[in-house]
């Protein structure tokens, strides 16, 4: 009798050292619920995050062609190629430094546009990002102008 309820003790703890499929079951149901309502959340803070990088970056270049036009009497550079490579000094013929290392880009990886036009105006460049949607002129493009 003793070895029987030894038995019937070894059975109670093996059985209750487990889960059960339902208890498996409900805890995967509220990770999907939680993992529904925290998802979609994380993904509108990261396209926020690329459009805040975004508009830094325009910040910086704008910085760097604003010096590039003290530089260089008031005016500023046709297209950012001269920024990256200005060419040699007409008087000493050394290789002028660049204002940029490399081709701007925005957060999605795209290159940045810049676009000035020499009217007589005092206006700035225009410098944008198409913005996650990779398309011109469309209300997610990223600019350092005023949108209506």
């Known amino acids: 009798m003793n070895r029987s309820r030894q038995h019937s003790q070894t059975l109670r703890i093996v059985r209750r050292s487990g889960f059960t499929l339902l208890e ?21 803070r990261q396209q926020e995050a690329y459009i805040k990088a975004t508009r830094t970056s325009i910040a910086g270049l704008e910085s760097a062609v604003k010096l590039y036009a003290s530089e260089n009497d008031g005016t500023f550079p046709d297209s950012l190629e001269k920024m990256i490579n200005p060419g040699t000094d007409p ?53 350092n102008w005023a949108q209506n």
Not at 25 to 40: D, E, F, Q, R, T
Not at 117 to 139: C, E, H, M, R, V
């Open 24 to 44: 498996v079951l409900l805890v995967l149901a509220i990770l999907g619920v939680i993992a529904a309502m925290v998802i979609p959340n994380l993904l509108g």
């Open 91 to 143: 008087v000493t013929g050394k290789q002028l430094p660049a204002y940029l290392e490399k081709e701007p880009k925005d957060a999605w990886k795209k290159p940045l546009q810049y676009q000035y036009t020499n009217d007589g105006s005092l206006s700035k460049p225009k410098i944008w990002s198409f913005g996650p949607d990779s398309q011109d002129g469309t209300a997610d493009d990223v600019t």
